[in-house]
């Protein structure tokens, strides 16, 4: 009968064996490998927990990257301006939530700092993690949602006592950036499908001029396919049968949805890595829900998982032109996924943060 | 907007348990007035072709009868249609079978 002991040296030969035995050559220019700065901010709840990972496995790697690091609460009236301006210098930023109070009139910080940086893509890859088996197999689904407009631009109005109404902004400049994102995405990532999500058939001026600008840019890519799937199908799809899509391109509130219920699919928001870009600047975070700074029972205990951000923070190596380190990262967290020894209590397990970030720097190459 | 996370949402649930075709629902307003109808859209890709589940639209009757104290109606009714997609010989295409939707239709009759 076979242990646990023995299947290991089995896995990890078979891990070896599906990487190739040469690495693919990557030709820098001389003084690519000095240290890059990168803003850092550990945020609320389980941020401090999660950022410090990366920190601990970046250090382990040896990576060319340095932090610059900065305190910054979703209780703060103002995000502060020398986080905005080192994030401004340095270009690339990874985070931790903010924590935003329900109601009360206090906007948040995070949708605030996508906006103040026109952040205006937000990027979640969902994906079946080997060793992590869900109800679905042969998912692969990237999200791209609209992330300055929408139903979040924090438009409401008390018309008179008890009636609010709220705007929902759409324009056609928003749309159109959001959509080439999107099938410029699926172009350079040699992805097939590009769906959009919408509910045209009720909002049909504000989704309508959405679908129109997916539309045109749509025939530009003309080797991509396109479709589009009302929202509350969309979801419904998305439980059943998610292997169907490819790339989703989404205004913001169904980019939120979507996402998550993606995420759900492929293991949780605790495992799917992200980020935020615009023209000048990306913001790295754990890619779903990264608002969501955790219960207090996870932070207190420390057994958030950091598994989602160490795998945005190999999306940011990537976006920093480092890929041998970021596919270092990778296959070492995707080894301890795998093994499934190490394993917060979200994934099933009930190993602390601290453990599973051991279990990657000890799988790291 | 509790309306449209609604219709997401819902949608969402008749997914998990595979049945955007087996899903009813009950809208009751203030004065008793109430419409039921099936979760599901007009469907226009399966229009015509007698190919559609019934079943959401059915258990949607049985949630008027409900609605209407006729309860002894509402469990033959309900019952044979539960018996009958137990049974899993007649079954409508988004069920995996290859029943029209006459023939379901016949097979519940047929257990009432």
Do not use: W
Not at chain 1, 21 to 39: E, Q
Not at chain 1, 232 to 259: H, I, R, W
């Amino acid at each position: 009968m076979t242990t646990a002991r023995s299947i290991i040296p089995l896995l990890n030969r078979l891990i070896s064996r599906s990487q190739p035995s040469r690495s693919v050559t990557y030709m820098h220019r001389p003084g690519d490998g000095s240290p890059r700065p990168v803003t850092l901010i550990p945020g609320d709840g389980v941020g401090p927990l999660v950022t410090d990972a990366v920190e601990q496995v970046m250090e382990a790697m040896h990576a060319p990257v340095y932090f610059e690091k900065f305190e910054v609460h979703g209780t703060m009236k103002k995000f502060p301006e020398e986080v905005l301006d080192s994030i401004r210098k340095n270009k690339v930023c990874i985070k931790g939530g903010l924590a935003t109070p329900m109601g009360g009139g206090v906007n948040s910080l995070n949708v605030y700092l996508r906006k103040e940086l026109d952040l205006y893509a937000s990027l979640v890859n969902c994906f079946n993690m080997r060793g992590l088996p869900t109800r679905h197999e042969n998912v692969d689904i990237v999200v791209i949602r609209e992330n300055t407009e929408g139903e979040y631009a924090g438009l409401e109005h008390e018309v008179v006592p008890g009636v609010v109404e709220s705007l929902k902004v759409i324009t056609k400049f928003c749309s159109e950036r959001i959509a080439s994102y999107a099938f410029e995405y699926a172009y350079l990532n040699n992805r097939k499908k590009v769906t959009a999500v919408h509910k045209a058939n009720i909002m049909k001026l504000a989704d309508g001029l959405f679908l129109e600008a997916c539309r045109e840019v749509a025939q530009k890519y003309p080797a991509i396919q396109y479709n589009e799937i009302i929202v509350d199908n969309c979801c419904m799809q998305l439980v059943s049968k998610p292997e169907q899509f490819d790339v989703m391109v989404t205004p913001n509130l169904y980019g939120n949805l979507v996402a998550n219920t993606a995420a759900g699919i492929c293991g949780g928001t605790g495992v799917m890595p992200g980020g935020n870009v615009g023209a000048e600047h990306a913001v790295f975070e754990q890619g779903a829900s990264a608002g969501n700074v955790g219960k207090d029972s996870i932070v207190a205990q420390k057994t958030a998982n950091p598994v989602a951000l160490l795998l945005s923070s190999a999306m940011m190596l990537r976006h920093l032109q480092f890929p041998a380190f970021a596919d270092r990262l990778e296959t070492a967290v995707q080894k301890v996924i795998l093994q499934a020894k190490v394993r917060t209590k979200d994934l099933g397990g009930s190993s602390t943060t601290q453990e599973v970030v051991d279990a990657v720097i000890d799988a790291l190459d | 907007m509790p309306n449209l996370y609604c219709n997401i949402i819902s949608d969402l649930c008749a997914g998990l348990v595979r049945g955007l075709g087996l899903t009813a629902s009950c809208k009751i307003g203030e004065g008793g007035i109430a419409l039921a109808e099936a979760v599901h859209g007009s469907a226009p890709d399966i229009a015509g072709k007698n190919s559609a589940n019934p079943t959401a639209l059915l258990l949607s009757g049985v949630s008027i009868l409900c609605h209407l104290n006729l309860h002894d109606k509402v469990d033959q009714i309900q019952n044979a249609i539960l018996d009958t997609i137990a049974e899993g010989k007649y079954r409508t295409a988004d069920l995996g079978g290859k029943a029209k939707t006459t023939e379901f239709t016949n097979a519940i009759i047929d257990h009432l």
